[in-house]
Every structure is written in structure tokens, then in C-alpha cells.
């Protein structure tokens, strides 16, 4: 993965850049603020191997300091998608503009022309917030969650 920091300067103020060890335990309490305790999230272990595994991009996004949001884009080298696996954003901090900023920087960082994410029906605000960024519904994976849930799975082809 190829560092990176840019600086935006926009509603919500932040900087984007390229996570590393030392926001792990950050990254773990942002995605069980988000998404639970869903046995998909990621452990330590699998945030340190993202980390240095070379095929996945880890964006932190900081504000005042603090990282308040991540994305994860992961390149399997089988598959002909990017895979948007995560992004999470503080709880408090939602509709200010970082989870659009980490999607636009996932979006230009995503090595493929087609990226793919899953999302829970039932997550409406996530389904809006993909589709008026350029996804569209692209089918469905049957219990995919281990609730039995299915996901939606979503598409975006960049230009």
C-alpha cells in the first residue's frame, strides 16, 4: 500500500492518511461503535495484517488528532473488484462529511475499475448514502450475516 496524506479542507475539517499500528485500538472501538459485535468485523489481528499485507489500503481519517473514521479497500488478486469491506465513521460525528470524504479517497485509491461492497437491507441511511454516491444494487448474498441476514450487494464503476 502506497502511503499517503492529504489534507481537506472542507465542513468537516480532517486530514486523510494512511493508517498504521498505532490507530488499531482506535479502529477497534470505531468499528464496534459501528457495526457491533458482527463476528465480520475485523480482530487485532486482522487490522495488523491489513495493515502491512500489502493488497489492502487502511484510510484514516483525523480530526483535531484524533482518527474519527476509517474506510478499508481490499484488493484480492481474484477477484476482478476492489472490495470496499468497511467504512466507519464516530457516531457523533455522522453527516458531517467524513464518510463522503472517505469514500471519495477510497474511490481514487480502489486499483480496480469496479469496486463492490456489502450492506445490510435493513441499513437504510447506508443504502441512501451509497446510492447518491453511484452504487447501485447489484444483487444479493443470502445469510450473510451471522443473523441469517442478506446483504445488498453494491456496485460503482470508476470512469
Same mark, same amino acid.
Request: net charge positive.
Given at each position: 500500500?502506497?502511503?499517503?496524506?492529504?489534507?481537506?479542507?472542507?465542513?468537516?475539517?480532517?486530514?486523510?492518511?494512511?493508517?498504521?499500528?498505532?490507530?488499531?485500538?482506535?479502529?477497534?472501538?470505531?468499528?464496534?461503535?459501528?457495526?457491533?459485535?458482527?463476528?465480520?468485523?475485523?480482530?487485532?489481528?486482522?487490522?495488523?495484517?491489513?495493515?502491512?499485507?500489502? @493488497?489492502?489500503?487502511?484510510? =484514516? $481519517?483525523? +480530526?483535531?488528532?484524533?482518527?474519527? !473514521?476509517?474506510?478499508?479497500?481490499?484488493? /484480492?488478486?481474484?477477484?476482478?473488484?476492489?472490495?470496499?469491506?468497511?467504512?466507519?465513521?464516530?457516531?457523533?460525528?455522522?453527516?458531517?462529511?467524513?464518510?463522503?470524504?472517505?469514500?471519495?479517497?477510497?474511490?481514487?485509491?480502489?486499483?480496480?475499475?469496479?469496486?463492490?461492497?456489502?450492506? @445490510?437491507?435493513?441499513?437504510? =441511511? $447506508?443504502? +441512501?448514502?451509497?446510492?447518491?454516491? !453511484?452504487?447501485?444494487?447489484?444483487?444479493? /448474498?443470502?445469510?450473510?450475516?451471522?443473523?441469517?441476514?442478506?446483504?445488498?450487494?453494491?456496485?460503482?464503476?470508476?470512469?
Amino acid at each position: 500500500m502506497a502511503a499517503f496524506e492529504r489534507r481537506r479542507t472542507d465542513r468537516a475539517e480532517m486530514t486523510l492518511r494512511t493508517a498504521c499500528d498505532s490507530d488499531v485500538d482506535v479502529l477497534l472501538s470505531l468499528q464496534r461503535e459501528a457495526f457491533g459485535e458482527d463476528p465480520h468485523c475485523l480482530t487485532r489481528e486482522g487490522f495488523e495484517a491489513f495493515l502491512i499485507g500489502g @493488497r489492502t489500503d487502511v484510510i =484514516a $481519517a483525523e +480530526r483535531g488528532g484524533v482518527v474519527v !473514521g476509517y474506510a478499508v479497500l481490499n484488493n /484480492r488478486p481474484f477477484r476482478p473488484w476492489t472490495a470496499l469491506d468497511y467504512i466507519a465513521v464516530k457516531t457523533s460525528l455522522r453527516g458531517g462529511g467524513i464518510g463522503e470524504a472517505l469514500l471519495a479517497e477510497a474511490m481514487t485509491l480502489a486499483r480496480r475499475r469496479t469496486v463492490r461492497l456489502f450492506v @445490510r437491507p435493513t441499513n437504510r =441511511a $447506508a443504502i +441512501r448514502f451509497y446510492k447518491r454516491h !453511484g452504487f447501485d444494487r447489484s444483487g444479493i /448474498r443470502a445469510n450473510n450475516y451471522a443473523d441469517g441476514e442478506d446483504a445488498v450487494i453494491m456496485t460503482r464503476r470508476r470512469p
